[in-house]
């Protein structure tokens, strides 16, 4: 089982991400690099994300920070769900690909607390978050 941490398979929990997480794959969130602690995970914008302004939507930028540190959190072989979050934007995502890069800071028996930094693709930081992922098989 991919949720142990005993031998945990980094380049496992990326293909499951990519291919079979319907959440994931249908907006386009792709997994690039996983190890323990730590997620890139990256995403194309697309017309379908922007809001009113031209600008991507911040629900999206917050559920690919959602997204990011629940990759961080997993990959010390727990399963986890979001049990808070919080969002800082900084600059508004026009257009090219949304970059998200999570450490997580703290990894304990019932929460893990991650920080994401969401990046355009030209390296402008968009936002920061941290999340609290609360551990489900302790």
Same mark, same amino acid.
């Given at each position: 089982? @991919?949720?142990?941490? $005993?031998?945990?398979?980094?380049? !496992? &929990?990326?293909?499951?991400? #990519?291919? $079979?997480?319907?959440?994931? @794959?249908?907006?386009?969130?792709?997994?690039?690099? @996983?190890? $323990?602690?730590?997620?890139? &995970?990256?995403?194309?914008?697309?017309?379908?994300?922007?809001?009113? #302004?031209?600008?991507?939507?911040?629900?999206?930028? =917050?559920? &690919?920070?959602?997204?990011?540190?629940?990759?961080?959190?997993?990959?010390?072989? $727990?399963?986890?769900?979001?049990?808070?979050?919080?969002?800082?934007?900084? !600059?508004?995502?026009?257009?090219?690909?949304?970059?998200?890069?999570? #450490?997580?800071?703290?990894?304990? !028996? !019932?929460?893990?607390?991650?920080?994401?930094?969401?990046?355009?693709?030209?390296?402008? &930081? %968009?936002?920061?978050?941290?999340?609290?992922? =609360?551990? %489900?098989?302790?």
């Amino acid at each position: 089982m @991919i949720f142990s941490e $005993k031998d945990f398979d980094y380049e !496992r &929990l990326v293909e499951l991400i #990519n291919t $079979k997480s319907p959440f994931t @794959i249908k907006n386009g969130i792709e997994a690039v690099e @996983i190890k $323990k602690g730590y997620s890139h &995970l990256e995403l194309d914008i697309s017309e379908k994300f922007m809001n009113l #302004n031209d600008t991507v939507h911040g629900g999206l930028l =917050f559920t &690919l920070a959602d997204m990011a540190a629940g990759a961080a959190a997993m990959s010390f072989g $727990k399963q986890v769900t979001t049990l808070n979050g919080s969002i800082n934007f900084f !600059r508004p995502a026009l257009s090219g690909k949304l970059i998200a890069k999570c #450490n997580a800071v703290h990894a304990g !028996r !019932r929460t893990i607390v991650c920080e994401t930094e969401i990046f355009s693709n030209e390296g402008k &930081l %968009l936002c920061k978050s941290t999340m609290t992922m =609360f551990v %489900l098989n302790n």
